[in-house]
């Protein structure tokens, strides 16, 4: 294994895991768990079955069933009965949780100021060279 690609992963798990994690700030501006935010930004993209949700997620049902119960006391989701299955619900935004997944969205996407400060060739060859390494 490369001790570049170790260093430069390592940089990278640091740049956004240690030194720009957002999910404090997340946290404290919804007044909700990270996880909640989680799920509620994936229902803001599109409604979800409960199992779907729960595979996104990577837990179990039970616990998916918890955070929706608590997103749809909020008026964050609303549960639907599926239009093929009647045993299973559809789990959509509300237009408040679509509101509250775009706050979530935005403090999670923004840059930080030595990622804004590098020169715009820099910029462009570092999108470049992730788009390559996230495929």
Sequence with gaps: MSETAI???????????DR????????ERLGMSFVKTKALRLLAKRPMTMRE????LLTDRPYATVLVDDLEQRG??????????RRSKIVSTTDTGRAAAA???????????????LPAAELA???????????
């Design 125 to 135: 060859a570092l999108d470049e060279i992730l788009a390559r390494v996230a495929d």
């Design 7 to 17: 260093r430069v992963w390592e940089r990278m798990r640091e740049l956004v895991v």
């Design 53 to 56: 949700l729960a595979e996104e």
């Design 76 to 85: 964050l989701v609303e549960r639907t009965v599926h239009p093929d299955d």
């Design 20 to 27: 720009h994690d957002r999910r404090k700030e997340v946290v």
């Design 103 to 117: 706050i979530a969205t935005e403090i999670m996407g923004r840059p930080p100021a030595s990622l804004l400060a």
